[in-house]
């Protein structure tokens, strides 16, 4: 292969590598999007705010491994769609570990009291529903993510779904 096209052949790959590294970084931005206590947001099925945020050393009768708090997240769910909407205890995970990565997470403790959203129910049409999700986190943690991923389900398959937006509401954490 003479010189010139192997020249041409790496400049090629150069900006492949290139496109596809920027268009990585751009995908992120546009599916993640930032929320402040008490701002509303709405995704696809229906509409949240994180009301308040407190942390506590204790919640009903349980208290967090050595080293760890909580951190109680009074939530309101309305449902602006045409049918009822499925949640579960997994929708919504605590995030932490940088702004970028958020590889660290947790689900909420499982729903102890009347106050707690339950586990899993189905946000009626119109419905709108408050309630605490209770988190158990290390105790160094100043700053957080509350998480809802949208998944779309592809097809008839329960089992195959398409990420869509990614909704953070970020919470500063008291001493």
Known sequence: MPVRWKRRLAGILLLAMLVGTAACGQK???TDRSFAVG???????FDFTVKQVETAEQWDDYTPEE????????????NDSKAAVPMGWDDFLLCWDGEQTLSEKTAPLPCRTEEQLPDEFDLQEDETVEGILVYEVPRELK???LSFLERYNEGESDSRYTEGARYLVWLDLDD
Do not use: D, H, I, P
């Not at 701002?39 to 099925?45: D, L």
């Not at 080293?67 to 109680?72: A, E, I, K, P, S």
């Open 28 to 30: 992120e931005e546009e």
């Open 67 to 78: 080293g760890n708090r909580l951190v109680l997240c009074t939530l309101e769910l309305e």
């Open 143 to 145: 700053r957080v993510a």
């Open 39 to 45: 701002e509303e947001v709405s995704n696809y099925w």
